[in-house]
């Protein structure tokens, strides 16, 4: 479903509904029915009508309000109307003066008259202001010592009453170089993306790659941390269970980016996982995490390649040099470091490996887990919105075209939610009420490329001074840019390390097309996710 437009007040209210929902038994008693009925002010056949649709469907946008005719309320203040809202929220309403939204709406509104514009009502004052940071809000009005312990946590006091209660998940870079799997020459450090329950301690899930933190990397994280490993194991020769997996009911992480993402914000809400900052530059604040990276990376300090925690425990030690391990070769070896060694270690904060610790408490827990593992994922990939034009939709310079989107055409042209995957821009998802559609180039000769090779050929065209761009020009500067980098593989540890990162595009990983009947269904189709993102058979 399309959630991009829905309004806070919205999903709230849809929010509400499934908790009130999910804490009805299988088979409610009368008593039971009634309270539910009075809680949410509908009648007794709309109560089950919403508890057969979100039973079978578990996710949060079933129950949203239907609302008939554009959502006014949404539109976007006008420039001259928002610096006032703006400059009011500075000077009176962010202050310890904590004055009500009424008098707040007033003062707006006698501004705005001064300059003829027209004042905006307190209900969409109120809907602005729900826009804004309620953690800093809160500090700014109440001060630290009471926004603290609604927002805030430090490692001592952060505690989870079950497991999928609360889990953290973070970034760092590895300690360790890898090297290119063919030419065995180093392509640099890659990133590593964690999730730890902080019930249990035990690790939930990571993922691992050479591009910089991102949403992506959050998403791959996230399904890992949910899904069954079995299959995923197994596919590396690790015999070991990694029994933790389940949608978590909390996440708790830092400022990144990537966790102020609008998709990101939905996903959560989408499948009722709740989202609790910690302040910046507190690092404090997301200690179990962090304890769990300093683990990880104290055990990858053994590996040839390790650039250890700082030049006095190196040395004169060339991590350059002594790389060995390739990108796979890490991701196994950390797997194997996390369900042979830590989870079987004990736990000095609970006395008992976390392994134990996850299998003796999940027991009492209700774990939910996605019903669709790939569109778990696509939830969490990065959005863009586009118009559907008459030739398809144009995102970064292409023209994505598929034959399900001519039931989309002549209606109303509003924006349609487009979800990507940063690495492998020959597929798109676009977002509908009967779930995600596939919308592959147009062109079906197009070859597979990655954002950041799209961004570089942007760049390099800016640069010699093209100010009109087309899909043509694009990918002929692409192909040109890989050629380059082809024939100096061996020069630079740069150009190495892009052709890694586009490794996983190379034509090897090609599946059949299905035959639909349409033009190009006799083409293969691209799978376009890392071996990591491959879940329970």
Request: hydrophobic share 40%; proline share 7%.
């Amino acid at each position: 479903m399309d959630r991009s437009n829905t309004d806070s007040e919205a999903w709230a209210e849809a929010r509400r509904r499934a908790q009130i929902l999910s804490n009805l038994p299988e088979r409610p008693g009368d008593a039971e029915v009634r309270n539910a009925i009075s809680a949410l002010g509908v009648s007794r056949s709309t109560l089950f009508r919403w508890l057969r649709q979100f039973r079978q469907d578990d996710r949060t946008s079933t129950l949203l309000p239907r609302r008939r005719g554009p959502n006014a309320g949404m539109q976007p203040l006008l420039p001259a109307v928002l610096a006032i809202v703006e400059d009011q929220f500075r000077k009176l309403f962010a202050t310890r003066r904590k004055p009500t939204v009424t008098r707040f709406q007033r003062e707006v509104a006698a501004d705005c008259r001064k300059q003829g514009l027209q004042p905006p009502s307190i209900r969409r004052l109120g809907r602005w202001l729900a826009t804004q940071d309620q953690a800093d809000l809160m500090r700014r009005r109440e001060g630290a010592a009471k926004s603290e312990p609604v927002f805030l946590a430090t490692p001592g006091g952060l505690e989870a009453a079950a497991p999928l209660g609360i889990v953290q998940i973070d970034h760092t870079r590895v300690d360790v170089t890898v090297v290119d799997p063919v030419t065995r020459l180093p392509i640099g450090r890659p990133t590593l993306t964690l999730t730890i329950d902080v019930n249990t301690r035990m690790a939930m899930g990571f993922h691992l790659s050479l591009e910089a933190p991102s949403l992506t990397a959050v998403a791959l994280c996230l399904t890992h941390a949910v899904m069954d490993k079995s299959s995923w194991l197994a596919s590396r020769g690790i015999a070991v269970d990694w029994p933790a997996q389940g949608i978590p009911n909390t996440i708790h992480i830092d400022n990144g980016a990537e966790f102020h993402a609008r998709a990101f914000e939905l996903a959560c809400a989408e499948h009722r996982i709740d989202l609790a900052y910690r302040p910046p530059g507190t690092p404090r604040f997301g200690g179990h995490i962090e304890r769990l990276i300093g683990t990880m990376m104290g055990a990858l300090h053994l590996l040839p390649g390790s650039h250890f925690s700082n030049v006095r425990e190196r040395g004169d030690l060339d991590p350059e040099a002594e790389a060995a391990m390739t990108l796979p070769e890490l991701e196994t070896y950390i797997a194997l470091e996390i369900v042979g060694s830590y989870h079987a270690r004990i736990h000095r904060a609970l006395d008992v490996p976390p392994a134990a610790a996850w299998k003796a408490r999940i027991a009492g827990v209700t774990v939910r887990r996605p019903s669709d593992p790939r569109r778990f994922l696509i939830d969490f990939l990065p959005v863009e919105e586009r118009i559907l034009q008459r030739d398809g939709l144009h995102l970064f310079h292409i023209r994505y075209w598929s034959d399900e989107l001519r039931w989309l055409m002549g209606r109303d042209r509003r924006s349609l939610t487009v979800k990507f995957d940063p690495r492998d821009l020959s597929c798109v998802f676009v977002a509908t009420e009967q779930g995600y559609l596939e919308a592959r180039p147009a062109d079906r000769t197009r070859p597979p490329i990655a954002l950041w090779e799209h961004r570089a050929a942007i760049r390099a065209l800016r640069a010699e001074g093209r100010r009109a761009v087309d899909e043509e020009l694009v990918f002929s500067t692409i192909l040109a840019q890989r050629a380059l980098v082809d024939q100096a593989i061996h020069a630079t540890k740069a150009m190495r390390r892009d052709a890694s990162r586009r490794a996983h595009l190379a034509p090897t990983k090609l599946l059949e097309a299905p035959d639909t009947g349409s033009e190009g269904a006799d083409k293969p189709l691209r799978l376009p996710y890392f071996p990591v993102e491959e879940w329970d058979d």
